[in-house]
C-alpha cells in the first residue's frame, strides 16, 4: 500500500467509528467532573483504557509529594478525589518516537443553569455542535486522543513506540495532574494536547497567577455605619489599582515577541467575591479571587511580587486597610509561561512538521500558529520534562460560558490529524 | 403600704430575681435563632410562658394572609418556620391600662466565629457583661419583659388589665412578625420593647428599605475576556452613584425635626455580595444586598423609586448594562419611619411620663429621648395600630459585630424600670 493509501484508510478509519466516538463524548459530558467531583468521570476514562487492553495506572494526587516540584501551585482543598489515569500502549517493536497524548478531565462550574438554554451536562446535539460544560474544554480532545488509537487499532495497528493517554485532574486550576504524570515518571519524545484551540497549533502560552485577597473590615449594626468599616467597598480601589498595573503590563514597548501584535496579551479577571451575610450589618469581610496573566519568560516570583505590591500600596490609601492590610493568599496557578516556537530542537521541529503535514491533509490548509492568552499543561512537559509539547485541537465555543459548545466536524477532522500524527511520529506497527 | 415603699418592693422583687433572670438570658442567648432557626428558641419561650400560667397562642406567619396589609415587606423565603408566640396574662378587674410588651427572637448572623473572641452562642459572662449574638439584640429585652411580671407576681400580684408578652420572629429583616401580631387582633394601649438604646427612649426612628441588586454579565473564558462582561465589576458604578444619592439625601435642608442635629441619620449599607464562582471564569452574575435608611414622613413609595432610578441611571452609563439593565428585587424591610415624639395623644404622653418616672426612679436621671438611625418593630404598633409604643432597653455594645454583648447592670435597671411602668400603667391586682 502506497503511504498516501494508508494516510486514505486512517482518515476512513476515523470516520467509521466517529458515530461511537460522538456516543463516547456526550457520555464523558454527562459526567459532572468539576473540581472534586472528578471521580466518576475518571473511572469511566479507566474502564475505557482498561477495555481496550491499554495498562492502565491511577493515582491520587499528593500534596506531599508535589509540593517542592517547580511548576506546583498550591491550593487549599484536599485531594482524596483528585485521581489520575494513564493508559499505556505499550510497544513491541520501539522503532518509532514515543508520544504522550494529554488532555483534563477536570470543568469549571455552570454558573447558573438556568442561564443555559440546555441542561450544563445534558450533552445535547443540534446540527454540527455538541453542548455541554466541558464538552469543548476538553471532553472532546480526550475523546479524539482515544479514538485516534482506535481508528488505528481497527486498521490492524499500533504506535510503534510507547503512547501514553493521559487523562489528568487540575488543570483549570493549578496543573497539578499533568504535574504529578511528570513526577510518576511520564516521559516521551513529544506530547500532544488537544485543547480547544480551533485546529491552530498553539506557539506560546501565557503564564497565569491566582491570587485570594482576604479583606476584613469592622462589623457594625448599619444604624452606626460610621463605627464600622465595609470589607467590600474596600476592595473596589484595590481592584482599581489591579486594573492599572494590567494596562502597564499590555501597553509595555518590550512585550516578548510572540505577543508583540497582541493588544492585550494579559488578561486580569476578578472571578469570584464573596462578602458579608446581612444587608443591616456593616460587612466585615470580603473575599476577591482573582487572576491574572503573566508574559512566557516574565519571571514568576517577580511578577507575583509586583501584585502583591500593587494591592498593598494601593491599600495604604485607606487608614483602615494601613492597620489591616489584606491578607493575599496563593491559591490556585503559579503558572510560568511556555512557547514551544522557542523550542528550536530538531524534535520540536519535526514534531510540528509532522503535525503540519498532518493537518494539511486532513483539512487541505496550512497549520496556523497562534500565541495565546490562556495557559495550559503543556508547560509541564515543555519546561520541566524537556518534551515539546504540541497544543491543537478543536473548535469550540463559550468555554468557560454559558452553552459551551463543541463542532462535531472539527472534532472530526482533529481526530484524523491526531491518528495521521501518531502514525507518522511513532509509526505503526501490527498489533 | 405607701406608694414609694411599693415601689421599693417591685425594684427588690426584680433585683431578688436577677440571678435566675441571667441565667434564663443565658439559656435563651444559646439558642442560635438566626432567620430560618427560630423555633427552638420559640418554643423555649412558650414553655417559659406557660410555666407562669399565661395563655399562650403560638402561630406560624402567612404571607398570603400579611401581603396586603400596610407596613408588609416581602421576603423571598418560606415561612414554615417562622412562629410568633404571644403569652397573655389576663386580668380579673381590668381597671388598668392593657400593654404590649413586645421583643423579637430572631438574631442576625455571626460572620465568622473565629473573629469572636468567644464562642458566638456561648453566652459567656465577663464581668458585668454576657456575651453573644442576640445577646443584646434583644433577648436581653425579652427576658426583662418576662422578669419584670415574675416580680409582680412574686410580691402576689399581676397587671390590672390585660397584659400581652410577644416573642416575634423577622424583626432583623421585615417585621412581619410584629405585623402578624398587630393582624391577630392584639391590641393594647400602649407598647413597650426594650431594644438596646442604653436606657434612653426612641423618639423617632428612621425607615429602613432593602433592596437586592442582580446584575448579569458575560461569562466567557478569562483568555477571552474581552468577549465577556465582568458583572463583579459592573456594580461598582451602581455603589458609587448610591453613594452619592445618600450624600444627597443626608445633607438636604429641609430634614425632620428629629434629625436636624444628626450629622448622617440615613446610612446606607451594602451588606452582601456574591458574584461569579472561578477565577478563570469571566463572572455572569452578582448580587447585591443594599439597605438604605429615609426620614419619617418621607413617602415610602418615592424613596423606593428614587432608589431605583439612582441604580438605574447609573447603569446608563454602562453600554451593556443599557441593554441588560440591573434586576432590583424587594427582599426585605420596606419599613417606613416612625416618631413616638409626634403622638401627641393623652395617652402617649401620659405613657411617656409614665416610663420617665419610673426611669426617674431606678437611675436617679431624668430620662433622655433620641431620634435613632434604626428602624424597630415599634413602627407597626404606631403607626398601623394607632399604639403609643416606647423603645427602651438596656444599654448593648457591637450589635450586628462581633463579640456583641449587654450590660447586666443595665438589663437589672431596664427590668425594674418595666416592672414599674406596669405597676403604675396597667396597675396591680392580687394573683
Redesign the interface.
Known amino acids: 500500500m502506497t503511504l498516501l493509501a494508508q494516510q486514505q484508510e486512517i482518515l476512513n478509519a476515523v470516520e467509521a467509528g466517529f458515530a461511537k466516538q460522538v456516543d463516547f463524548l456526550g457520555q464523558l459530558t454527562r459526567f459532572p467532573s468539576t473540581r472534586g467531583e472528578e471521580s466518576a468521570a475518571q473511572q469511566w476514562m479507566s474502564d475505557a483504557f482498561a477495555a481496550r487492553g491499554l495498562h492502565v495506572d491511577r493515582w491520587a494526587l499528593d500534596h506531599q509529594e508535589l509540593q517542592h516540584l517547580p511548576g506546583y501551585s498550591p491550593v487549599l482543598a484536599p485531594y482524596e478525589n483528585a485521581v489520575n489515569v494513564v493508559g499505556t500502549s505499550h510497544s513491541k517493536t520501539r522503532r518509532g518516537r514515543s508520544l504522550i497524548l494529554n488532555g483534563h478531565i477536570d470543568v ?2 455552570t ?2 443553569a438556568d ?1 443555559w438554554s440546555r441542561a450544563p451536562f445534558a450533552a445535547s446535539i443540534e446540527g454540527d455542535w455538541l453542548y455541554g460544560r466541558g464538552a469543548g ?1 476538553m471532553k472532546a480532545g480526550l475523546a479524539a486522543n482515544l479514538f485516534a488509537l482506535d481508528a488505528l487499532a481497527a486498521l490492524g495497528f499500533r504506535p510503534a513506540a510507547d503512547c501514553f493517554l493521559q487523562s489528568v485532574v487540575e488543570e ?2 493549578t496543573g497539578n495532574g499533568a504535574l504529578a504524570c511528570l513526577h510518576r515518571g511520564y516521559r516521551a519524545e513529544a506530547a500532544l494536547i488537544p485543547e480547544p484551540f480551533n485546529e491552530t497549533l498553539v506557539s506560546a502560552q501565557v503564564g ?1 497567577i ?1 491570587l485570594q485577597i482576604r479583606l ?1 473590615g ?9 463605627a ?1 468599616v ?1 470589607a ?2 474596600a476592595a ?1 480601589p484595590l ?1 482599581a489599582a489591579l486594573r492599572q498595573l494590567e494596562h502597564e503590563w499590555n501597553t509595555q514597548t518590550d512585550k516578548p515577541a510572540h505577543y508583540a501584535k497582541h493588544a ?1 496579551p494579559l ?20 473575599t476577591l ?3 491574572m ?1 503573566i508574559y512566557p519568560g516574565q519571571d514568576l516570583n517577580q511578577a507575583e511580587q509586583a501584585i502583591r505590591d500593587c494591592i498593598l500600596t494601593a491599600a495604604q490609601q485607606s487608614a483602615f486597610l494601613r492597620e489591616n492590610p489584606p491578607e493575599i493568599i496563593n491559591h ?2 503559579r503558572a510560568e509561561g511556555y512557547s514551544l516556537a522557542d523550542d528550536r530542537s530538531e524534535t520540536a521541529t519535526v514534531a510540528i512538521q509532522t503535525l503540519a503535514n498532518a493537518h494539511q491533509q486532513v483539512s487541505g490548509k496550512a497549520l496556523q500558529q497562534e500565541a ?3 495557559t495550559t499543561d503543556a508547560r509541564f512537559f515543555g519546561l520541566y520534562g524537556g518534551i515539546p509539547t504540541l497544543v491543537y485541537g478543536p473548535k469550540a465555543e ?5 452553552d459551551e459548545r463543541v463542532s462535531l466536524a472539527s472534532t472530526l477532522r482533529v481526530t484524523q490529524a491526531i491518528a495521521l500524527f501518531i502514525a507518522n511520529w511513532c509509526g505503526l506497527e501490527p498489533l
Chains 1, 2 share one sequence.
Open positions: 469549571v462550574p454558573g447558573p442561564m474544554d483549570e486550576c497565569v491566582w476584613k469592622i462589623p457594625a449594626h448599619v444604624a452606626y455605619a460610621a464600622g465595609n467590600i467597598e473596589f481592584v492585550h488578561n486580569l479577571n476578578i472571578g469570584k467575591i464573596e462578602g458579608g451575610d446581612w444587608a443591616s450589618s456593616v460587612p466585615a469581610w470580603a479571587d482573582v487572576r496573566g490556585g496557578f495565546v492568552t490562556a463559550h468555554i468557560h460560558g454559558y
